[in-house]
């Protein structure tokens, strides 16, 4: 829900008219790289010591950059296909194969606009061609803009696939299991490792490392919560912490959200 609210009422607010202004200082395009890399946090429940790739990769979001990147574009095969205002089309220079009888590998690259300032190089025309000269014959050719949108999605601006199952459950809970995945909770490993202790140390049991793999799988004064675990999931044993956190690719989506759903039954359990 609060994922819908931010793609649905706040990124366009950051989006409006990008193409136009995407020439701005890297400053102020990083200052609203950070709104979104805020929201992202609010969204998952992540903290700031995730790795923002990791970040992006929980949610399936492309950064507002590549977002720009995909806009220009779109604009550029409208225009190289006639689908926008004529005064549009005549911002673009002729192809390279309308200036030369030969038959050249680049004869459908547009003509490289010389640009003097970084200013003028970084604005959209320019910036634009070089980003289309990019694009592969294949994309480029796509005959239909539905298509072209296709192909530019899955070969140039993937997203990362959210399994289902990282859904589950309550907010509270899928949280806790969302920072244990990406190493930002609050075992006492993790702690340490982002500089908020002074040891990795297992306050129950003095175990010198309290990771997810000595929560789930060792530490003693779980072992009626582990027991329960490992008997609700016993038809998928055997069992691994990373199976745990992050799922396994071989099992139905089904088997998936039942692993989840015990795992923070789990996590709750031992709160």
Sequence with gaps: ALSQIYISFLRPILEYGSIVWDSCTQYEKDNLEKVQHEAARIVTGL???????????????????????????????????????????NLFPETVGLNTPYNLRNSSDYNIIYTRTELFRNSYVPSCISLWNALPEQIRNCDTLASFKSQLTNHCFKPSIIPCFY????????????????GCSNLNNDLFLNRLRPTAT?????????????????????????????????????LSVNMLLAGKVSLSDEDNISVFNHVQTCIKDTK
Aim: net charge positive; glycine share 4%.
């Design 202 to 238: 297992c306050d129950k049991c003095g175990h010198e490392r309290e990771d997810a793999e000595h929560y789930f799988m060792q530490c003693p004064s779980f072992t009626n919560e582990r027991l329960l675990l490992f008997r609700a999931t016993r038809y998928l044993h055997p």
């Design 167 to 182: 859904l589950v459950g309550s907010r509270f809970l899928s949280v806790m299991h969302a920072r244990m995945r990406n």
């Design 47 to 89: 903290t700031r010591s995730v790795a923002l790739r990791n970040l992006y990769k929980e949610l399936g979001w492309i950064s507002l950059e590549e977002r720009r990147r995909y806009q220009k574009l779109v604009i550029a095969y409208k225009i190289k296909n006639g689908i926008t205002p004529e005064y549009l089309n």
